[in-house]
T-cell receptor
Framework: EAAVTQSPRSKVAVTGGKVTLSCHQT?????MYWYRQDTGHGLRLIHY???????EKGDIPDGYKASRPSQENFSLILELASLSQTAVYFC????????????FGSGTRLTVL | AQSVTQPDARVTVSEGASLQLRCKYS??????LFWYVQYPRQGLQLLLK??????VVQGVNGFEAEFSKSNSSFHLRKASVHWSDWAVYFC??????????????FGEGTQVTVIS
């Protein structure tokens, strides 16, 4: 069973603070993704990576950084958290090939006050 | 650029009734298409996916979807809804080839509410 684990499950942060969301996969997948979910917007891609030590910008990268130190781990970093970044964040992984299934974590609910 | 539209934000259906969720996509060429489901407080799970070939795709839990290139659609159907189908359903499109292959673009989602 493919497994993607996110931590923390939820977090409250203060405006201007630094937030790090972590993701770990045991699927031996090359591709990893960070999506953001807001009501009425579906999921929007923030950053992704197809190899360790390399990350790519997705559709809404502003205000976010990503880090892929190993094949298994992929972090999302908010250097200066803002109110508009309150959302649910999902990490996902998949193998190579456009038709491969995305396997999602359970999400991190981030509230910025 | 690829895009997906789910025109119905919310659908209410009686248990045992049929269900159809609409999905329209915009993509140059023949895409890979997916339906994912999100149960309350969980991540997304794959229901079914379309490869070029048979336009009707069978998925889990009695769901099926039909691809139409002429209508740029990939509608999801279920003959008889169960209360456990209460969830949010997402349609998604993926590029075929190249370095960005597998980048999924999601629709806004359709919330399905099941009533008795």
């Amino acid at each position: 069973e493919a497994a993607v684990t996110q931590s923390p499950r939820s977090k409250v942060a203060v405006t201007g603070g630094k937030v790090t969301l972590s993701c770990h996969q045991t699927n031996n997948h090359d591709y990893m993704y960070w999506y953001r979910q807001d009501t009425g917007h579906g999921l929007r891609l923030i950053h992704y990576s197809y190899v360790a030590d390399s990350t790519e910008k997705g559709d809404i990268p502003d205000g976010y950084k990503a880090s892929r130190p190993s094949q298994e781990n992929f972090s999302l970093i908010l250097e200066l958290a803002s109110l508009s970044q309150t959302a649910v964040y999902f990490c996902a992984s998949r193998g190579q090939g456009g038709a491969e299934t995305l396997y999602f974590g359970s999400g991190t609910r981030l509230t910025v006050l | 650029a690829q895009s997906v539209t789910q025109p119905d934000a919310r659908v209410t259906v009686s248990e045992g009734a049929s269900l159809q969720l609409r999905c329209k996509y915009s993509y140059f060429g023949t895409p890979y298409l997916f339906w994912y489901v999100q149960y309350p407080r969980q991540g997304l799970q794959l229901l079914l996916k379309y490869y070029p070939g048979d336009p009707v795709v069978q998925g889990v839990n009695g769901f099926e979807a039909e691809f139409s290139k002429s209508n740029s659609s990939f509608h999801l159907r279920k003959a008889s809804v169960h209360w456990s189908d209460w969830a949010v359903y997402f349609c998604a499109v993926s590029m075929h080839t190249g370095g960005l292959s597998g980048k999924l673009t999601f629709g806004e989602g359709t919330q399905v509410t099941v009533i008795s």
